[in-house]
């Protein structure tokens, strides 16, 4: 069974940044996609950003240019480094685990971490 851990979450104004880092219980990265998705309060969870397992990124349209996923394979960690934060960025982050491919739906992870709040304030 795999665990993630999400950390690094927190109150921030409008045009700030936040790291977010997910810690996996052991090894996920290969052949695995890591994953972030968000969800704010009344709303559906969506996609923010992937890790393939070869190590390419993919992005939602709202934060691409703004949001940076990256890993660290040794510490079996993931981070998604959010710059010039806005206040429809927040939500709850959780990070997830899937199978080969990249895909934008939560259906295709199987493995989720808590969550950890992110507050942008205007």
């Known amino acids: 069974q795999v665990q993630l851990v999400e950390s690094g979450g927190g109150l921030v104004q409008a045009g700030g940044s936040l790291s977010v880092s997910c810690a996996a219980s052991?090894?996920?990265?290969?052949?695995?996609?890591m994953a972030w998705f968000r969800q704010a309060p009344g709303a559906e969870r969506e996609f923010v950003a992937a890790?393939?397992?070869?190590?390419?990124?993919t992005y939602s349209d709202s934060v691409k240019g703004r949001f940076t996923i990256s890993r660290d394979s040794r510490k079996n960690t993931v981070y998604l480094q959010m710059n010039s934060l806005k206040p429809e960025d927040t939500a709850v982050y959780y990070c997830?685990?899937?199978?080969?491919?990249?895909?934008?739906?939560?259906?295709?992870?199987?493995?989720w971490g808590q969550g950890t709040q992110v507050t942008v304030t205007s």
């Open positions: 997830a685990s899937g199978p080969l491919l990249v895909a934008t739906t939560p259906a295709h992870y199987q493995y």
């Open positions: 052991r090894g996920t990265f290969s052949p695995s996609v």
């Open positions: 890790l393939s397992w070869s190590g390419s990124p």
